[in-house]
């Protein structure tokens, strides 16, 4: 019988060194995933700053841009309007000056109307150059996160 409480003792401890083991083993994989994510959480911090000084670069970018592109504008209608008042100034007759006006009206609203063309299109441009980086930052964070689900 001493033989068969030794074996159980010894059977005991062994499942015991196992278990202890076995925990060990549990909290080092999962303090080693802690770390790895809160590694990873400061990553993504330096990541979104990164980000957002990429898009704020973009955008002011275009903002200069645009702003350039509505001064080249308003300097260029003065000009047209100046060279449309001499031109109607020195009309010989109202059939001449009526299509003096016309010509300036037409032309100034073409012009007008190119001129929101290329605006709108330079908008629609910079809303996507400042949103791409933030969706692809906000997706690979994503998958990185999903990677951490049990």
Known sequence: MATKTKADANGAT???ESMASAGNEAFKEGFEKFNQGFTDLSAMGK???ET????????TKTME????EVMGYAKQSMED??????????????????EVNTDYTKSAFD????QMNKLSDMWVAAAKDT???FNEHVAAWTEKMQSYRP
Do not use: C, D, H, W
């Open 14 to 16: 062994a499942a015991m």
């Open 47 to 49: 990541e979104t700053v």
């Open 52 to 59: 957002f000084v990429e898009t704020t670069n973009a955008a």
């Open 65 to 68: 841009a645009m702003n350039s």
């Open 81 to 98: 309007s100046v060279a449309a008042a001499k031109a109607a100034m020195t009309s010989r007759s109202l059939q001449e000056l009526i």
């Open 111 to 114: 012009a007008y109307m190119g």
């Open 131 to 133: 949103v791409e980086p």
